[in-house]
């Protein structure tokens, strides 16, 4: 079944206009199909009961959670051209819970007005078609740059910087998520193509951020982030 998000207001499902394009003239769906609707984190079954108009009512909840048990942050530099696209899409299918933009000295993205015209609505899109289709039952969280001095605003019980100047056993990797208790946060946090000044490591040391090495090769940022999600859900989940 189809997965979309919506509302739920008195079981009659809201869904946005794409989404209701979708079910029409992409699915073709007919009055009686069914179709899978998450609001506020919680899955349920709707049928369809009007075409036209479309109306589309909740017959049940379904008891599923695909979520990843603890919330993680992944953190990451711009990159040039559409790879944040990619990242995006990938670190949402790889059970992100917010994804945070950085500005470092090496970006080479440069961003005009912070926060204002930024392509939010676009990467939120990217977001939320791929929460549908991984079947999750959150859009991970997609609002805010931060420049290295603001990076203290984002709030984690573990602070990890990918740091590709360590690069060589993931020991420090392995044990930094291993150390995450229960209901605790994650952060993650990757480097733009140019990699991380010494001083900014420095700077990241301070704010508690541990230096972890993803390996003895030297990733690209778009690989390093996928790399580093995969190794924390594979090892969350390995029960
Ligand atoms: N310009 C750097 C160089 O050539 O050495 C490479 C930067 S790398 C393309 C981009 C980011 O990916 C790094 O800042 C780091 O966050 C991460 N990264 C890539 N390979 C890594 C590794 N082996 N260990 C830790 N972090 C790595």
Known sequence: MQ?????????????????????????????????????????????????????IDVIGLIKEDHELPNQIILICALLKGDKLDYVIQKATELGVSEIVFALTNRT?????????????????????EASEQSKRLRIPTINRIVTLD??????ADIKLVAYENVSGTTKSFLEGIKSLEKGKKLAILIGPEGGFENDEIAFLEDLGYKCVSLGKRILRAETASIYALSVIGSYLERK
């Open 3 to 55: 997965r979309y998000f919506g509302r739920i207001v008195d079981k009659h499902v809201i869904l946005e206009e794409d989404d209701i394009f979708h079910i029409v003239k992409v699915m073709r769906c007919k009055i009686g199909d069914k179709i899978e609707v998450v609001s506020d984190g919680r899955l349920y079954e709707a049928e369809i009961k009007s075409i036209k108009p479309v109306m």
């Open 108 to 128: 080479i993205v440069k961003v005009k007005k912070l926060d204002k015209d930024f392509k939010f609505e676009r990467y939120r899109r990217i977001a939320k």
């Open 150 to 155: 603001r990076v203290k605003e984002v709030k």
